[in-house]
Structure formats: C-alpha cells, structure tokens
C-alpha cells in the first residue's frame, strides 16, 4: 500500500527496548483501589453505590451521565470504603470525587449482560449500547468515549476504521504488547466495531519499529478480507490522529474538521480489544496495560493494572525507585503530563507510568534563542513556534491565536529539538487555557449583559404598569366621589 | 531649468487638488464610538467604575476622561479591547487581575428580604419574600452589590473555584542563563 | 511533590547553542588552519587578537548589561564572531583592525540590539564593513601567501613589526583576482584578457593566492560547508541558493559579454563565495526560519554579490549583500510562514476531500 508522506515530526531516542520484550504480567490486587467518576473526556459519571455496599467485579458503579459521558465499574469485588475526593491523575494534582474499594480478593464477577453470539449479525445500535454500556473510552491516552466515536456511522458517510498502533511516543510498550499477544483479540475488536460504524475496510497501522507486532497482527489478520496491516515510517508523532490518516490516504484534515468528514474513523488497538472483551463476554473495561518505565524504575515492565491502582502501588511493584526520579510522568515522555502525586490512581486513559531521572529528561536551563529555525522545519502542524512564543512571551496571547496557537496539539517536538532549550510548549499550554478561558469570560459577558438588558426592560415596564395602575386608580377614587356626591 | 520648476508645480497642484477632493468625497463618517466602547463593557450596569452605567462609562472613555483599566469585571480581556479601540497602550502594570468571584449567600444567616435581589442587575439571585435566596453562578458576574445591601452580611464574595476542568498550565517560569532584559521585566 | 512546575515533553535532544556553536568552529577550523600556515606569522597574530578582542568585548558588554558573563560567554557565540571577522580581514592587517573590528562587531552589532538572538545584522560582517569603509587601503592590501617557515616568510619578528609596527614589505603585495579584474576593466582591459593573469581555477580552489583567510583556500572552506551540512546544522538551502543566484546571474551575463563579464565558475571560486554561503549567510540570527524564506534570503544574496562585484565599486560584495540581506530577512519571515496543517496558505480551513 502506497503511503504518503507526513510533514515534520522528529526521531528521539525511543528507549522501548527496556520493558519491549517482558511480557504482559498481571499486577496483584492491591489493598485499595481508587475510582475516579471522571476518567474520560466528557460528564463525570454518577455515584451509584454507597459507603459500605458490597459490589461485584463489573458491576456498573457510577453511570454515565448526558450524551459524552462514560460509566465505571467495580474492577473487583469488594466493599465500598467510601466516596470522597482524591487528587486527579493530572499536573495540577486537584482533587476529584472518586469511589473507594477496598478488594475482597475473591475477584468475583458480577451477573454480566449475556455475551453477543454474532456481533455481526446485531444491529449497530446494540454494540454502540454494549460498548457505551462498558465504559469504554479511547485507550491511547485522550480517553474519549469510544461509544460515541462509534456512533459517528449515523452522521457521516464512513469507509474505513482506522485503528492506531502507532506508539510513537518514547518508552511506551504496552499497545506493542497488546499487539503481539492477543492479536486476535484486537482483529475480532476491530471488525466489530467495523461493522458497527458500517465501514468495509479496516486498516491497522503499526510503526515500523514494532516488526514482530506487524508480523503477528499481519499473520492475525489475513483470515479475514478487508482487514489489512500497514507497516507505517517510524516518524514521532505519528500517532496523532490526522497525521495518521495523512499517511494512508494523504489527506490532510481541514482544521475544525474530523477524520471522520473524510470518511475515517480512528481508534486505539487497545480499545478494539475493549470492545472485544464487551461483546463477546459481556466484560466491561475494568483493567488495562500500562508501561511502567523509566531510568529511576527499578523493574520496568508492562503490567495488567485493574484501574483504580494507586501510582505509587504500581511503581512499587516495578521494584520502586532504583535512582531519585526527576519526574513521574503520567503517559509518554512527548505528550504525557507529570503526575503531581503518586497518590493519583491509574485510570482508563493511563498507557504509562515514567519515572524518569534528570539525565534521561536532559532539561537545562533555558537560553536566548538562536532563531535556529529547528521548531519551524518540525512542526507537524506547520506552525512556527519561535514567533508563537515570543509573542505569548510578551503577553500578546491575540498575535499567537492570530499565527495559530489553538491548532498547536501539543505533540513536544518544538520543545524536544530546541538547542536554547526554550519550553515552547509550556508557553503554548499556557496561552492555550488563557484563550479558552478568555473566550469563556467574554460568553458569559454576553450572558450577563442580555440578562441586564433583560432586567432592564422589565423594571421599565413595571414602573411603566405601576404609573399606569396609579393612574387609573386616581381616577378610580373621583368617580367613587361623584357617586357618593350623587 | 524652467522646465523642471513648471512641471513640479503642475504635479503640486494637480497632487494637492487630488488630496483635497480625496478628503472631501471619501471621508469617514464620524466613528460612532460611544456606541462601540459600550458594546464591549459587561453591560451590567454594576457601577464599580464609579459611573452610573456602563453607557456613562462609555461616554467619559470615548472623551478620554476615564483610564481604559476603568472596568473591574471586565478583566483584562476589556482592557485589552479598549485599549486597541482607542489606540492607547494600556498600563496593565497596575492593573492586578482580579480573580473572578461570585456572590455566595449563607443560608443560615439570610432572613429573605429580598434587597439583594432588587439589587442584583442580572437578576443572578432567586428567592421571595421570607425564603432563603440562593445565587445563580452562572448568571452572576461578581459585582458585589448585593453583599453592600444585605442586612446581615450573609453574603460574601467568594472566589470562583480552579477545579480539573477549567485548570491550566501558567506561564512559564524560565530560568535564563542570559536573561533578557525583557524578560526579566515580564514577569 | 506537590505541583508539576513544568509541562512536558520530558525528553530532550542532546543539542544545545554551545554545540551548535561548537560544530561550526570546527567546520571552520582545517581551512583557518591552512590559511594560518599560508599566511604565517602577522595571520597568526592577528587572528588571535581578532578572536581575543571579541570575546574581551563581549564579556564587558554582558557585565556591562549586568548579564551572567561566565555561562555566555560559554556559548561560544563570540569566539565564532571573531573568528568570521578575522576570516574576512587582510592577514597582515594592523592589530588594530582586529580590535576596532571586534568593538564594532560585538558592542555595535550584537550587543546594541540585545545580544545573542536579538541582532538584526551580522555582526562579523558589520565588523568588517565598518573597517572596509572606514579604511579602505588597509582593508585591501592583500599579500601573496608567505607559507610558514618557507624561504622568504616574514619570522616571528618580522610579524610583530607587520602586525604591530605597521611594516608591511611593498614587495609582496598584491591584488585579489576579483580586485585584478576589477582594476584591469577600469582601465579598458576586457575581462578576458585580465582573466590570463588571475590564478588558475585550481590554484583558487586549492587557496594558492592573494586574500583575506576565509577567501583563500575555497576547497577547505566548501568541506567545511558540506560538514555542516551533513552534520545538519545547516541545511542546504541558504549555500545553494547564494551559490545558485550568483552562478546563475554572472553565467547569463557572462554568456552574453564575456569581454564585460566574469564566469560564473570564476565568481564561484573567488572571493569569499563558500565562506558566504556556508558561513556568514547561514547565521541563524540573521536569516530567515522557513525554509521557502532561506531560499529567497539565499538568491537575494546571490543575486547582489553579483550586482555589488561587477557594478559597484568595491571588488568583492559578499559582506555588502549579506549585511543587505539580513535588513530584509524579518520581512522575508513575515511572507513565508509555512501553511498550518489543515489550512491553505491565507489560514482557512482547507476544504473538505481535497489534497493540498
């Protein structure tokens, strides 16, 4: 298959080679699990259950709540301790409401809705149901609700599913793993959710420095027609969605548009397997595959952590610390965030743990830049990072917005090649949520404004009616005079 | 010589007459400009800037009589406006952003006379007459009247909150191995 | 741990300002070294001073700036201004010429605009600018090379009364080939007839002539370049588009009055064409970031080291059409930012089911 070449982009070391030969092992159940409501992009979920309830392993706990919105459930059976606020998985280490449960080491099953026989005789509506119904969500990091991706056929003239097993991002293994130990699994996933979008063609692309992933998932996936696996350039960032679909097909997706106007819709390996797990089992997604990597991590491996596992529990299965980590890192080194507190459990969105020491990160103090141009020449978004940060340097956040900053995903690559070490996409973070927040604040000045006007008008009309009624209770009074007077 | 000096003159005066008819046919109505200073206020009427509306706002701006940072609710997204409108640079040294707060009423303490909802100019407070009264957040644009009316201080001005949702990175502290000058001055 | 304080990625390259730095250095160093020998002992001096001034008049204006002075000055940055400027100077020039050179270089062009990143020119080429127009005899009195340690090469002595004293034997010198043309035309001498007396092509290459260090030699300065390049610290297109407008200028015109006009091959090898392309024009701070801007920052230069080399009075433009060149780069910037993914060139939206 012919592919096409994707604009900028860079080659860092990518380190996989540390955990890219263990197996998959199963982490044992910890003392405590930690549930967030929210885990996904979205509504937070909806408490279901009370302090000191008994639940079941996959037994819906919290349901989801308006139209982007996932459930969660039980990862094991166990004792609701209670429902209280935990820091988030995230930099800003705030506190979000989370469902404690204290395991009872049975691991015992719920009643699970009855396992599809042939998926592929069902109606659409049924899978986006039971996909929905588990609480799936994208599983390559943004955590979108996988149900309503899978809903897009009813919208849009769809042709191909587009399942991503890329991994571009440094250190991380665990959708390499996945690949190359339940193929199978994924390639069922991933054609049923073909035929649930009603698209004939499924594409599988895998980066080219994973051969024996595409070697299995290739031998996986030639029993079936219309399932095809693309060895892709090993190219950072790859992964990202439209640079992705700009590979296979060589169209780029028009910015405010999705893949899916062009007839493509993309979805994590790891997620086809989900969803494999929900139709043929009926098991909702109660655990997941994280690398756990890193030059500070003693034992790096990929691990089976049901969600809900402390940071710190897992790290401590690893073996710890073997060196003082610089940072944790919740995700890939590129794009991941740095984790605030080990306190913070694994969520759905969690593809690696990184404990990384200060050599690997190799971060120094920043110095003037050099205009060297390296940030133009890589962006893979074709922005330019130099003008964008020195405008948002001076404050001048409506230059950056105006040079693009809000198409700017975030991918590192400016901030990886940069020779003064200038943290260009900190600053673009930054006028990111500035912007956003500013467009917020000018929303509800409008809001606030009709309000007034609205308040306005009324009090005149009152006063207005008042005068009115005054009037014509003045004349009220006289004529009652002339009638005595009469 | 009197070649170039005649034709010179003749570009002069055919230039200047160009000039001339170009101010007279093309000019530019008057901005309306009190029109679009107002538009860009919250338009709530809270009066923080010591006018009475916004529309006295407006016009004392448009005359030059009040400093663009004039406008508390408005935040420097208002400023920023203004400023640009009336081609001024605006001194945001001084200004210090305020963190944008909302009216919270303690139900305990409110005894429901309703000053504070005739006060309220987006109508953001709701109750009646002997009931407790309770804010709508989303309506309310932190101007704080209503805390100067209560009674029984049962209302206080709260910060809004920085919750996952609505958190972002801030601004990047750098540490220059040659600062600039500029830069240092930025932050 | 309580609050992240920076955002990712949490990888970096191994690249840094003082490597950059570093890298051209060394690009510059077997052709700086061979001319040093050609050149001997007054080069040796001189470029010492050259490069010692910069970095003294850099360390000054950091204190002066109440700057850090030690870690700047580890960015190398100086010592590779000084060192183009002293490539760009007469080898037996005056220590003076070093020094006024380096202050204008460095206080002027560099550190009135806010020091590295912020200058808007060159500063080598603003250095040797100022000193070209300010003295212009100096400025082009070339010697033929007095290899070291060869019969005739002025000893350590000698050189100190060249470099120091001023001395500079009448006997040994001699014009550059542009300037031989240039003088040669001016008095009626069509071009190729003066083209007997210049240099063999070979011999320009290989550095066997008169010029400032960075003209000699033209082979060592071009494996210098193509260093660079393969170790992509510059990428091709500023070197082969200033090579590309001026061969391209002087082979049209060449072709039309060979009596009026150089070759195109000549205005390769002569002067300082490799150092210009690879070297000066290639500065990161004074060019232009995208690369359709290199491209036309590149021909511009190209195009002018022409213009200024067979229309203007001095003989050789380079410094001229670079320091031109670097005015316009902002604006050139300004018209070439790269399409953003997903839109067209003017920043909407592209629309849907087309290939850009």
Redesign the interface.
Known sequence: MKLYPVRGGIHPEYRKEQTSEKAIVVLPMPAALYIPLQQHIGAPAEVLVTRGELVKKGQMIARSQGAVSAPQHAPTSGRIVSVTEVPAPHPSGLPQTTIILEPDGKDEWADLPEPIADPFAAQPQLIHERVAQAGIVGMGGAAFPSAVKLNLGTQKKLDTLLLNGAECEPYLTCDDRVMREFAGEIIDGARIMAHALGTSRVVIGIEQNKPQAIEIMTKAASAFSGVEVIGIPVQYPMGSERHLVQAITGIETPARKLTADLGIVVHNVATARAVHHAIRFGRPLVSRVVTVSGGAIREPNNVLTPIGTRIADLVEFCGGFAARPESIVNGGPMMGQPLASMDAPVVKGTSGILALTAEEINDRPASACIRCGSCVTICPCGLSPVEMSSFIRKDNLEGAAKLGVMDCFSCGSCSYVCPSHIPLVHYFNYAKGMLRDMENEKRKNERVKTLAEVRVIRIEKATEAKRAALAARKQTPSNAEEKTNA | MWIAIGSLTVMGIVLGGLLGAAARFLAVEENPLEEELKAML????CGQCGYVGCAQAAAALAKGEAPVTLCP??????I?ALAKKLGVTAD?SEHEEKV?EYAFIKEDLCIGCTRCIREC????ILGANKLMHTIII??C?GCGKCVIVCPTDAIVMVPVK???G??????????????????VH?H | MTIATASGPFTHTSNSVQKTMFTVLLALAPATVFNLYLFGWPAIMLFTITVGSCVAVEAACLALADRPVVPTLGDCSAILTGWLLAMSLPPWAPWWIGLLGAIFAIALAKHAFGGIGQNVFNPAMVGRTVMLVSFPVLMTAWVMPHPLFSAGAPSLFDALAITFGGHVPDTVSAASALGHIKTELSRGIPVSQSMAQVPSLMDMMLGYRAGSLGETSAILVLAGGLFLMAKRIISWHIPVSVMGGLFLMAAIFHAVDPDRFASGTFHLVSGATFLGAFFIATDYVTSPVSKKGQLIFGLGCGVLIWLIRTFAGYPEGVAFAVLLMNGLAPIIDQYTRPRAFGRDSKGEPLPLGKKP
Do not use: C, M
């Open positions: 919250p338009g709530s009427q609710p408005g935040g420097k997204a208002v920023e945001l944008p100019s987006t109508d953001a989303d309506a644009h920085v919750t996952l609505n958190w972002h990175w801030p601004k990047p502290e750098v540490r220059h191995i040659h600062p600039n000058p500029d830069v930025a």
